[in-house]
């Protein structure tokens, strides 16, 4: 794609992220296809794979998941004829987050597995921790809590490995969250305290409020099954 041509693909692609943040789901929609006919006119595998992975995650966000499944195979596809790894990684990850939309979790998981496997290949530690975070949210949903407990290990330790990623500690703090979330499923509220007092750690670092909000009430939960009420009382409070 000429240098002219890239840059309105990207306009249009900057034009559909702030409908979608407005809730203007249609609106996206007709800028996406915008872009979608830009790219298949300039004849850019490249730019017409990420059109149709823009459009999959616009109909995954308004609940329409046959569409985005459709959408997503294509974006896969594309990527795969051009023997981009990377890319692949992405769009099988957008596959399993559909999936887990629709709570067909074994599909999610084959996704998110897939999206592993290429991550291993391209040999980017963010991209696997990514990969283990969705992997484990497969079988967390799953109640395969041991296995779910390894891929959140995982994640962490990748996201360890990471760096130069915006918003890496608040990746790490709800890495832990989850891993706490397991930890409580098999009802080891030691460690299920231990990972939310990093979750709220890392989300005080990242100055999120909503996650600290949710790390001090899991985190209350916690001590509350260790028998440790006073601590639970100040632990579970909201910011305004």
């Not at 979790?105 to 975070?133: H, R, W």
């Not at 670092?205 to 440790?228: E, F, I, M, P, T």
Request: hydrophobic residues 35%.
């Amino acid at each position: 794609m000429m240098k002219h041509g890239a840059a309105r693909f990207r306009a249009f692609g900057n034009m559909a992220e702030v409908l979608l943040k407005m809730d203007k789901l249609e609106e996206a929609e007709g800028v996406y296809q915008k872009q979608l006919l830009l790219s298949k006119q300039s004849r850019d595998k490249r730019f017409e794979a990420s059109a149709y992975g823009s459009l999959g995650v616009c109909h995954r966000i308004g609940k329409q998941f046959d569409k985005a499944l459709g959408y997503h195979t294509q974006e896969l596809s594309i990527l795969q004829d051009l023997d981009d790894a990377r890319g692949e990684c992405r769009a099988h990850g957008n596959l399993g987050a559909v999936h887990l939309s629709l709570s067909n979790y074994i599909n999610a998981m084959k996704c998110f597995q897939e999206q592993l496997d290429k991550s291993n290949e391209v040999q980017d530690p963010f991209l696997e921790a990514t990969a283990y975070g969705n992997l484990g949210m497969a079988k967390l949903n799953l109640t395969r809590n041991e296995e779910a407990i390894g891929c959140f290990e995982q994640q962490i330790a990748c996201l360890e490995q990471s760096s130069g990623q915006p918003n890496l500690d608040l990746e790490k703090g709800r890495a832990f969250g989850h891993l706490g979330n397991c930890y409580e499923n098999i009802q080891d509220f030691d460690e299920a305290a231990k990972c939310h007092e990093h979750y709220l750690s890392h989300s005080l670092k990242a100055k999120s409020v909503r996650d600290q909000d949710k790390a001090y009430r899991q985190l209350g939960q916690a001590y509350k099954q260790l028998g440790n009420l006073q601590q639970s009382l100040v632990s579970q409070r909201t910011f305004p």
